[in-house]
């Protein structure tokens, strides 16, 4: 068994974070990754809408850290944590695997839930790893090449959040400029009051009208009730129920913390929530133990969004802590920055902190396009994505399309969890519970 200083487990936002900080202190550090990648998830869609290439939003994570010697990486799935004995468990192409520590940071994010009917992962499209857009990219394509009248050019998105109202708005960008003003019919199915319900007041609105101008049928008040072969069935807040045709069904309404924050809650004793995320303590720190920090989209701590803001800071935070810049239990206090969501070309909507005005439009849109870039890993990648955009976005071209055209073998430093966890041949790992009832 191998001994290491700290252990970080996930490659995403917040490990990451966690990484880099701890790096400033040249403290020895493993990351464990069950993919090896850096998942830029915000721009998940635009690679499901060809937009960019998938490579660019999920660099290995090796390479991301190269210069940061003192962070060694590992791709490995995590199956075990004993914090008595401090031992972490996890699986490699090499087999079963363990390693020890003084500290553990636990950032392993969240999984999609289904409220209860788990069998509409098979018939939904998903938007949680870059397998789920690639495989939501074939299908948009089928849906172009199929004839106009051909149900695959029924959408239903399901949940109108960021992620939905993107992928909303972005196919119907792409079937009005690249396809040429192609027939495909998009309804965006929410079961609260309005589009974006977090931001609520102008910025919904104004996402609603933006939709609506594209040709998006915007269904709020509404709950799917059944998602069968080529229909959706939904239900109005009158108990009215309807059969919607849907040859693509995109899930973007709900999630749960990754099957991981059950087993660290068993480990530690920490409590979770309905959606399996662990209660942590307000210096991150996991159930009565000192040395075990989580954070991000696997935790809720005073309901804070599931953002990557949150996740980085947390990250940063935790590794303050060890490298005693902060004092142990010093709370976490989370800077907002803001939050935004893209609708379509030109237009986007950001709610900024501290009662500044709200930004819609041209502005917001040039402002959503800066911070992702900003945030996105390399300085390559960025350029390569900046010039893509100006392609789709002032030209009409997808330059992602042309990735779904070469026929690739899957490269092993991008994965899903899921592909890992089997390649690894790692199964049954417990399902947490589901968020909230969707009828
Ligand atoms: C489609 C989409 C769009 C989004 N858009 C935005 C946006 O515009 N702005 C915004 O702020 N946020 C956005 N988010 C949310 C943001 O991506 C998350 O809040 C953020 O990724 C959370 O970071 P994390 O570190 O907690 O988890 P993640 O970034 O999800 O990372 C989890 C890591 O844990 C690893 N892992 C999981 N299980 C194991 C295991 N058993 N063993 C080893 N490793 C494991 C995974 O491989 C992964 O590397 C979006 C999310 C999605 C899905």
């Known amino acids: 068994m191998r001994n290491t200083h700290v252990v970080v487990i ?4 917040g490990g990451l974070a966690a990484a880099k900080q701890l790096a400033k202190s040249n403290i020895e550090t493993t990351l464990i990754s069950a993919n090896g990648e850096h998942l830029f998830q915000p721009l998940l869609y635009q690679v499901a809408t060809g937009v960019v290439d998938g490579a660019r939003i999920a660099p290995p994570i090796a390479e991301v850290l190269r210069r940061r010697r003192s962070v060694d990486v590992i791709t490995g799935y995590v199956t075990a944590v004993d914090a008595d004995r401090k031992v972490i468990t996890y699986a ?36 949680k790893t870059l397998d789920d857009a690639k495989a939501l990219r074939e299908q948009v394509l089928r849906a172009f090449e199929a004839t106009a009248d051909d149900v695959l050019r029924d959408f239903v998105i399901v949940g109108a959040g960021a992620t939905g109202v993107e992928v909303a708005g972005q196919i119907a960008e792409l079937a009005r400029t690249h396809q040429g003003g192609a027939e495909v019919r998009i309804n965006l199915v929410e079961g609260a009051g309005d589009v974006l319900p977090v931001y609520g007041g102008k910025l919904s609105a104004f996402t609603r009208a933006t939709l609506e101008k594209a040709g998006v049928n915007v269904l709020t008040d509404t709950f799917v009730t059944a998602i069968d072969d080529g229909a959706v069935t939904v239900k109005d807040e009158t108990g009215v129920e309807r059969t919607v045709p849907a040859g693509t069904v995109v899930w973007s ?9 059950g087993l660290l ?8 929530d309905r959606a399996g995320r662990l209660l942590i303590n307000r210096d991150l720190t996991v159930g009565g133990r000192a040395d075990v920090f989580a954070l991000g989209d696997m935790t809720n701590l005073n309901n804070l969004p599931g953002q990557s803001p949150v996740a980085m800071q947390q990250g940063r935070h935790a590794a303050d802590i060890i ?27 950001i709610d900024p902190p501290m009662n500044l005005p709200k930004l819609t439009g041209f502005i917001a849109w040039v402002g959503w396009l800066a911070v992702h870039l900003y945030y996105l890993a390399g300085m390559g990648n960025r350029i390569v994505v900046l010039r893509d955009w100006l392609r789709a976005f002032v030209g ?27 390649d690894l041949g790692v199964a049954g790992l ?10």
């Open 396 to 422: 009409n071209a997808r330059p992602g399309f042309a990735e779904a055209e070469r026929t690739v073998e899957p490269d092993d430093a991008v994965r899903t969890d899921e592909a890992a966890s089997a």
């Open 430 to 439: 417990p399902d947490g519970p589901r968020n909230v009832p969707v009828a």
């Open 10 to 13: 996930g490659s995403g936002f």
């Open 253 to 261: 309404a709900g999630v749960k913390a990754n099957p991981l924050a």
């Open 265 to 272: 809650a068993e480990a530690t004793g920490c409590e979770t």
């Open 92 to 127: 490699t192409d090499d087999g079963i695997e363990q390693i020890g520590y003084t500290y553990l940071i636990v950032a392993a994010g969240a999984a999609q839930a289904y409220f209860g009917h788990d069998e509409w992962a098979e018939r939904t499209f998903a938007l």
């Open 323 to 349: 490298r005693g810049v902060k004092g142990p239990g010093t709370h976490f206090r989370y800077l907002d920055k803001g939050s935004m969501a893209m609708i379509d070309t030109p237009n986007a909507v």
